[in-house]
Nanobody, 115 residues
Framework: QVQLVESGGGLVQPGESLRLSCAVS????????MGWYRQSPGKQRELVAA???????NYADSVQGRFTISKDSARNMVYLQMNTLKPEDTAVYYC?????????WGQGTQVTVSS
């Protein structure tokens, strides 16, 4: 069974940085599509950053230039580096990974940006 566990969330001030981690177990990361999503209260879950099986990345306009998605296949980890955080980035962040046999989600990690 594939499991994803996010970590690295927390409370930060505007302008600060966080790095979210997603540990994948139960299957190795190779050429997988993967992504980071977020959901704020009362809003739909939205895609923040994605990586294609070939390694290309794309980002929501709201985070372009501030967030970076990456992976470490040797460690079976997916990361989201978030810089210059804004209050509107406050949300629960989820990672997901696509395999030929299914798509899997983590349980989420809370990010709160507030002064």
């Amino acid at each position: 069974q594939v499991q994803l566990v996010e970590s690295g969330g927390g409370l930060v001030q505007p302008g600060e940085s966080l790095r979210l981690s997603c540990a994948v177990s139960g299957s190795i990361l190779t050429r997988n599509a993967m992504g980071w999503y977020r959901q704020s209260p009362g809003k739909q879950r939205e895609l923040v950053a994605a990586m294609t099986p070939g390694g290309s990345t794309n980002y929501a306009d709201s985070v372009q230039g501030r967030f970076t998605i990456s992976k470490d296949s040797a460690r079976n980890m997916v990361y989201l580096q978030m810089n210059t955080l804004k209050p509107e980035d406050t949300a629960v962040y989820y990672c997901n990974v696509h395999y030929a046999f299914g798509t899997f989600w983590g349980q989420g990690t809370q990010v709160t940006v507030s002064s």
